[in-house]
T-cell receptor
Framework: AQTVTQSQPEMSVQEAETVTLSCTYD???????LFWYKQPPSRQMILVIR??????QNATENRFSVNFQKAAKSFSLKISDSQLGDAAMYFC????????????FGTGTRLTIIP | DTAVSQTPKYLVTQMGNDKSIKCEQN?????MYWYKQDSKKFLKIMFS???????INETVPNRFSPKSPDKAHLNLHINSLELGDSAVYFC?????????????FGPGTRLTVT
């Protein structure tokens, strides 16, 4: 069974600074997808970024980028130029190769932005 | 305009009652899911349906019964509610035959059992 571990229950960063959230996972599959979801206080789950395991290039979405290390089974999220609106719970998630497979989530990291 | 909607958003009920949560998606997706988020914010899959067929059932007590009348709807019925059922329940949907298909989540239903 796949597992996802987020070792940082809480992180904080000064506004406009950069922060990196860590995620490691365990799987015996070679092809899969990894995601970062954001959950603000409104509790809506919002997809931040997606990485396909067979792509070596790290995904980027505006101020959000990942460092995907397949051999190390590591998938960290970097947020640049942090903004107050980035304050939220961030969940790392793993999904198998098919679009109808479940998401396996990590325990989440609560990110606080310091003005 | 809402992609995945859930009703109700909040549900407060007493132990022993039976309640239902409804979910509808207008994205044309063929796969729908129920996730449970507990008080520690941990999210875990409960069920998923693909084209109205149950494909995932993750050791959920049989007091929980999902029903999918059509591809666009997945309801969750809970019998004999217990205190431990208090949680936020999220519905989600995706297009199962798209490898890159992301899951779109509803706004969640906060269930409180007293």
């Amino acid at each position: 069974a796949q597992t996802v571990t987020q070792s940082q229950p809480e992180m904080s960063v000064q506004e406009a600074e950069t922060v990196t959230l860590s995620c490691t996972y365990d799987t015996s599959e070679s092809d899969y997808y990894l995601f970062w979801y954001k959950q603000p206080p409104s509790r809506q789950m919002i997809l931040v970024i997606r990485q396909e395991a067979y792509k070596q290039q790290n995904a980027t979405e505006n101020r959000f980028s990942v460092n995907f290390q397949k051999a190390a089974k590591s998938f960290s999220l970097k947020i640049s130029d942090s903004q107050l609106g980035d304050a939220a719970m961030y969940f790392c998630a793993y999904r198998g190769n098919f679009g109808n497979e479940k998401l396996t989530f990590g325990t989440g990291t609560r990110l606080t932005i310091i003005p | 305009d809402t992609a995945v909607s859930q009703t109700p958003k909040y549900l407060v009920t007493q132990m022993g009652n039976d309640k239902s949560i409804k979910c509808e998606q207008n994205l044309g997706h063929d796969t729908m899911y129920w996730y449970k988020q507990d008080s520690k914010k941990f999210l875990k899959i409960m069920f998923s349906y693909n084209n109205k067929e149950l494909i995932i059932n993750e050791t959920v007590p049989n007091r929980f019964s999902p029903k999918s009348p059509d591809k666009a709807h997945l309801n969750l019925h809970i019998n004999s509610l217990e205190l431990g059922d208090s949680a936020v329940y999220f519905c989600a949907s995706s297009q199962g035959d798209r490898r890159t298909g992301e899951q779109y989540f509803g706004p969640g239903t906060r269930l409180t059992v007293t």
